[in-house]
């Protein structure tokens, strides 16, 4: 009954993991095709990875989004920890309700909303829209990410090392810096992660917010996806995934390596 | 003790510091998320009018009480009316909620064995699988919608596959239509309803199995009695972060979904940026808030559920 039971379960993980990864490697394969057609194998090519580095507005694109996604993870960042510090730390303090239910309804809600609503503040405000509105929208959407993230790591916290610096004579901002900060560092770091890759990946939120001259990589992207699957797509979508493969190797080593 | 905490107060009025912790993630969330709402509301009870930006308002913030409560009596439910009288948007919020509750009931089929199967792994495989189940979220969404388009097409992999193999004689002829639009929800989302799953499955105490595999229980019989139940939270939970934003997804139905394919996002997308018409997107918006509030709220109170659990 056992061998049955592990025979069952071998077969079911392989069905989900090929389910999950096999689209993608499709993807992948077909960006090293030497043909157009996207069905039809004609042999091992990297034309279509030479063609982008032609495409100047592609490069462009690339740029807006690093930029949009590193500035606008930095702010999800330091307001995702605090908003964590204040869930896990400050008891039920009296807005504690609406402060919760505003970090954690983005989490689900439909982009399209998220979106529109903030293209009519900007309007309402009469701010232009072009890259700080992206990042703006980009920073709210991925807070409560952040605070997620960094929230779990603070609950599961040994408080002893906080009150054993008090009684050494750590002021409380001290004992933040010196103690805490350094205990859930990588939450934060992870939780920076998460927003930076969220922010890199948003199609919706960006096309409402955006102006023009202000393209980022997904909106580039969706445009030419609009008019079908091309190998350039392939080639382009193979780096984005070569690129997150990367820093999640990446991150999965540095986690190994603290705790051995 | 809690004299000595550096972040907490007992009370219920926070200090000062703690007052400056919260002030900055509060302010923006207020600017960016509380703010805007009010505005998209605002803008729903308006005319649409042919400017910039396209729309008449009708309510104005420097308005004194008096003038305000006459313009009450003004305000525009033409956009809403227009929602209900317009059978587009009618069939778009139905077609939304059946293709995204068909989808979340396959994805949590779909995702029930396999996170159980990683539970059951031995613990030292169980955060590799894990992470390498979750990994793809972490990939662009747009992407991994898009590679479907090349398996689906009817001169696409799968059918070219099928034929080749000789399973079918014709293209499958699912690109383009509603089966196609559930596919893609089920693969893009699976990660979502992975994760609350798997973690409700092996926080469950072994030995439960065990008493019952002792008191006589088959495994099929311990599965229903104890380990699904058990596993509530995580189903519910699973499937609200599934179908809430399935319902409201755009990418997916317009790169899989046909030009017959009604959904609530696409409608709102449309009416946005191809027919400009503000106040309807606005409504329409509300509408679908309103749609989602029920599952919003239960899903928040499991959220604070949980958060109350681990504090």
């Known amino acids: 009954m056992r061998a049955g039971a592990n025979i069952v379960r071998a077969g079911m993980l392989t069905a989900g993991f090929a389910f999950l990864y096999g689209p993608i490697f499709l993807l992948v394969i077909f960006s090293f095709n030497a043909s157009r057609l996207v069905t039809v194998w004609g042999g091992f090519s990297t034309r279509w990875y030479a063609a982008l580095m032609q495409d100047a507005q592609l490069i462009a694109s690339v740029r807006t989004s690093l930029l949009v996604a590193a500035v606008s993870a930095l702010i999800a960042t330091v307001n995702g920890t605090l908003a964590a510090i204040a869930l896990v730390r400050f008891g039920r303090f009296r807005t504690r309700t609406i402060f919760a239910g505003a970090i954690y309804a983005p989490l689900v809600m439909p982009e399209v909303i998220l979106g529109l609503s903030l293209l009519l503040l900007f309007v309402a405000l009469g701010i232009e829209r072009g890259f700080w509105t992206i990042v703006a929208a980009h920073a709210t959407f991925t807070m409560c990410f952040v605070t997620v993230v960094v929230q779990s790591r603070l609950v599961g916290f040994d408080r002893a090392l906080e009150e054993a610096a008090m009684d050494l004579g750590a002021g409380p901002a001290r004992t933040f810096f010196a103690i805490t900060l350094p205990l859930i560092r990588p939450a934060i770091v992870a939780g920076f992660l998460l927003a930076f890759t969220l922010s890199l990946d948003d199609l919706v939120i960006a096309s409402f917010t955006a102006g023009p001259g202000s393209t980022t990589l997904p909106m580039r992207v969706y445009s030419q996806v609009r008019l079908g699957v091309s190998p350039e797509i392939n080639a382009i979508s193979t780096l984005m995934l070569a690129v997150v493969g990367l820093v999640l190797i990446a991150v999965a080593a540095l986690a190994r390596g603290r705790r051995n | ?311």
């Open chain 2, 1 to 311: 003790m809690d004299a000595k905490d550096p972040l907490q107060r007992t009370g219920k009025t926070p200090t000062s510091r703690n007052r400056l912790v919260i002030a900055m993630p509060y302010a923006w969330l207020i600017i960016f998320f509380l703010a805007p709402f009010a505005l998209v509301l605002k803008i729903s009870l308006s005319q649409s009018a042919l400017s910039l930006p396209p729309y008449a308002p009708v309510l104005d913030w420097s308005d004194d009480i008096r003038s305000l409560i006459e313009k009450l009596s003004m305000l525009s439910f033409e956009s809403f009316a227009g929602l209900f009288n317009d059978s587009l948007y009618i069939e778009s919020y139905i077609s939304s909620v059946v293709i995204a509750a068909i989808a979340t009931i396959l994805t949590l089929l779909l995702a029930y064995p396999f996170a159980l199967a990683i539970a059951r792994s031995s613990p030292k495989a169980r955060p590799i699988l894990i992470g390498l189940a979750i990994a793809p979220f972490w990939t662009s969404f747009l992407i991994r919608v898009y590679a479907w388009i090349a398996i689906l097409k009817d001169e696409g992999l799968l059918s070219h596959f099928l034929i080749n193999v000789g399973v079918i004689d014709a293209p499958l002829g699912i690109f383009a239509t509603n089966s196609a639009v559930v596919i893609g929800i089920v693969y893009s989302y699976l990660p979502f309803m992975l994760l609350p799953l798997y973690a409700a499955i092996e926080n469950q105490e072994p030995a439960l199995l065990e008493a019952a595999a002792d008191l006589g229980a088959s495994p099929w019989h311990a599965f229903l009695r104890i380990t699904l139940p058990l596993s509530a939270r995580g189903v519910i939970a699973g499937s609200l972060l599934v179908f809430i934003p399935a319902v409201g997804e755009f990418v997916i139905p317009d790169l899989l979904g046909g030009s017959d394919t009604l959904m609530i996002g696409r409608t709102l997308w449309n009416d946005f940026f191809v027919n400009r018409d503000w106040p309807t997107a606005s409504a329409a918006a509300i509408v679908l808030l309103i749609l989602l509030v029920g599952p919003l709220l239960i899903y928040e109170r499991v959220q604070l559920q949980d958060e109350r659990a681990r504090t």
